[in-house]
T-cell receptor, first 111, second 116 residues
Framework: GQNIDQPTEMTATEGAIVQINCTYQTSGFNGLFWYQQHAGEAPTFLSY????GLEEKGRFSSFLSRSKGYSYLLLKELQMKDSASYLC????????????FGAGTRLFVKA | GAVVSQHPSRVICKSGTSVKIECRSLDFQATTMFWYRQFPKKSLMLMAT?????????EQGVEKDKFLINHASLTLSTLTVTSAHPEDSSFYIC????????????FGPGTRLTVT
């Protein structure tokens, strides 16, 4: 089966850097996503990694190590609006293409 | 970016009635659509995967007779919650993918279902 683990909650200060970790176990790995979700809203796409390494996109970066089953999302220059849940999701092509989500990490950004 | 709409955004229904939720891809053809439900402060739980023109594939533990999914065209999928009960109250979100080679899923805005 699939298993995705990420911390439940994190707190960081405005302007700081925060790293949200995600570990996963899956067969037929086909990529790892990070999504941002504000309360009561649908998730919005942040990043996709299918090869090992770091992908940088503005204030957000995502890293993947397939051999370790590990990813992290790095948020720089934190802003209050970054307070949200961050969902790690793994795409698998076993039994059909589908994406399974982790429980999410609720990030609180304080002034 | 690609846009996915859902209708209705909110619905309140009485126990025992059925509710249909529509998911549309507005500017692209979605070969695959996914239906998720989300409980408060919890992550998205995949309910089923639907491919246009074929039967939906349901995840373990999801009753296919209760959650009827139809993917009649490349731009429309519907989820019907039959004989709804209060425990079916949840946030239902659909997502769509343009093709098997496309990795990105585009999410609809979600439908808040409340069963009284």
């Amino acid at each position: 089966g699939q298993n995705i683990d990420q911390p439940t909650e994190m707190t960081a200060t405005e302007g700081a850097i925060v790293q949200i970790n995600c570990t996963y176990q899956t067969s037929g790995f086909n990529g790892l996503f990070w999504y941002q979700q504000h309360a009561g809203e649908a998730p919005t796409f942040l990043s996709y990694n299918v090869l090992d390494g770091l992908e940088e996109k503005g204030r957000f970066s995502s890293f993947l190590s397939r051999s370790k089953g590990y990813s992290y999302l790095l948020l720089k220059e934190l802003q209050m609006k970054d307070s949200a849940s961050y969902l790690c999701a793994v795409s698998s092509n076993t039994g059909g293409f589908k994406t399974i989500f982790g429980a999410g990490t609720r990030l609180f950004v304080k002034a | 970016g690609a846009v996915v709409s859902q209708h209705p955004s909110r619905v309140i229904c009485k126990s025992g009635t059925s509710v249909k939720i529509e998911c549309r891809s507005l500017d692209f053809q979605a070969t695959t659509m996914f239906w998720y439900r989300q409980f408060p402060k919890k992550s998205l739980m995949l309910m089923a995967t639907s491919n246009e023109g074929s039967k939906a594939t349901y995840e373990q533990g999801v009753e296919k007779d209760k959650f009827l999914i139809n993917h009649a065209s490349l731009t429309l999928s519907t989820l019907t919650v039959t004989s709804a009960h209060p425990e079916d109250s949840s946030f239902y979100i659909c997502s769509a993918r343009a093709g098997r080679s496309s990795y990105e899923q585009y999410f609809g805005p979600g439908t808040r279902l409340t069963v009284t």
